[in-house]
């Protein structure tokens, strides 16, 4: 099993920033890729943004130019982060994982979420 830890959320003024990291521990085989979603009430869990073990990135329309992701994959860690914070980025974050493991096929992972909002 996959543990994902994330941190860094937290209550941020519009224009602010916010590094959110996540930690990918267990008996891991390869971490294919991680990435950042978001799920904000009411709405759909959404990609933010993803980057794989040789460093292709994917954003959202909505962030890009604001938002930077990065990996560290000796360390099997993704960061996140958030410049030029906007309201509408409120949310709840989460890590996800495309990992295989030792004693158990590939499938995707998730942290447990990290509230992050952007309010005045």
């Known amino acids: 099993q996959v543990q994902l830890v994330e941190s860094g959320g937290g209550l941020v003024q519009p224009g602010g920033s916010l590094r959110l990291s996540c930690v990918a521990s267990?008996?891991?085989?390869?971490?294919?890729?991680m990435g950042w979603y978001r799920q904000a009430p009411g709405k759909q869990r959404v990609l933010v943004a993803s980057?794989?073990?040789?460093?292709?990135?994917i954003y959202a329309d909505s962030v890009k130019g604001r938002f930077t992701i990065s990996r560290d994959n000796a360390k099997n860690t993704v960061t996140l982060q958030m410049n030029s914070l906007k309201p509408e980025d409120t949310a709840v974050y989460y890590c996800?994982?495309?990992?295989?493991?030792?004693?158990?096929?590939?499938?995707?992972?998730w942290g447990q979420g990290t509230q992050v909002t952007v309010s005045s």
């Open positions: 980057i794989t073990g040789g460093g292709r990135t």
């Open positions: 267990g008996s891991i085989f390869s971490i294919y890729a």
């Open positions: 996800n994982a495309d990992a295989k493991l030792v004693a158990a096929t590939r499938g995707d992972y």
